[in-house]
């Protein structure tokens, strides 16, 4: 059974707006496998494309060994899709809706009811329940009810914890997880680099391209700038003294804390802290960093803009 995904100098405009822009990518047959992003990046452009919703302009494409273009017949009865925006049945009950996609499919509930256990399970109580009632929570776990009702041999989530609460973000991963173990192959997009950890392979996509690749711990690796935190109660003020140095990359704030990036290995922690003590008199520590997925993100970034 193939269930890979293989992308090789995808094209895709809007117009004069290059969405996704010779994008190359490879997800391997069971893999767990993560698109990290921003709004505007081209996760959206590029999980329609597969799911055969939307076409090329060009490049290579073959999904569970399928022509999403040629073959989207075949193709759409071997994914499960669940899209960013909720786009089930609002007046349809929660069992209505399930047993509605899964007749499309020609299966029932009954017949696939082992793979929706986990996640149907928490939502079967409130099955007479209408979809558009539901908490934001309840409609995720129902929506990827839904997409794996057929028993799919690829998942392909647009950004699914979009809006929902930080504990049913988290049980949705672990859920995830649990779907992944029965040997469905997953790619899911997200615009919150947190979760990229949880994925075995990641992309970090920027403007239409895939800008690293590689296991949660691989991206970390490529970091090779000298980076500090900076821990204070003048976050904003710091800030604002940190830019004003000469051997500074970057610095961004992180909740309470300041991400300080160096151009060298010359500068380190002591030059930073003088240079903070030579212009103002506040508190703060300063430590190295292990830099993470969102570091290597933002540094991706300022790097390409130079």
């Known amino acids: 059974m193939d269930s890979s995904i293989v992308i090789n100098n995808l094209i895709k405009s809007y117009g004069s707006l290059r969405a ?13 496998y993560g ?15 597969i799911t055969s919703l939307l076409l090329p302009d060009d490049g290579y494409i073959r999904v569970a060994g399928l022509d999403p273009v040629k073959d989207y017949k075949k193709l759409r009865l071997k994914l499960g899709y669940m899209p960013g ?39 079967e109580p409130f099955k007479n329940r209408r979809a558009g009632k539901l908490s934001g929570g309840m409609k995720q776990k129902l929506a990827l009810s839904c997409a794996l009702v057929h028993k799919p041999e690829i998942l392909i989530l647009d950004e699914p914890t ?19 173990s029965k ?17 075995d392979t ?29 821990k204070t109660d003048f976050v904003r003020s710091l800030l604002k003294i940190i830019r004003e140095m000469p051997c500074l990359k970057s610095v961004n704030s992180f909740g309470q804390t300041l991400h300080v990036v160096l151009n060298s290995d010359d500068c380190g922690a002591k030059d930073v802290s003088e240079f903070i003590k030579s212009k103002c008199s506040f508190d703060f520590q300063i430590e190295p960093y ?17």
């Open 35 to 49: 698109l990290v992003g921003p709004d505007g990046a081209g996760k959206t452009s590029l999980m329609r494309i």
């Open 85 to 123: 925006r909720f786009s089930l049945y609002q007046d349809l009950t929660v069992e209505e809706n399930l047993k509605f996609f899964a007749s499309v499919f020609g299966t029932t509930i009954k017949e696939n009811y082992n793979l929706i256990a986990p996640v149907y399970s928490q939502i």
């Open 202 to 230: 990641i992309s970090l996509m920027f403007d239409g391209k895939i800008i690293d690749s590689g296991t949660p711990n691989e991206i970390t690796s490529h970091f090779k700038e000298p980076i500090f935190v900076v």
């Open 290 to 306: 292990s830099a993470g997925i969102e570091d290597c993100f933002i540094n991706h970034i300022i790097s390409r803009k130079k």
């Open 183 to 199: 040997g469905i192959t997953i790619l899911v997009s997200t615009p919150y680099m947190e979760e990229a950890v949880l994925c």
């Open 20 to 32: 996704l822009d010779n994008l190359n990518l490879r997800v391997e047959n069971g893999g767990f």
């Open 162 to 180: 979009t809006g929902v609460d930080a504990v049913s973000r988290r049980e949705f991963w672990d859920m995830l997880k649990d779907i992944r």
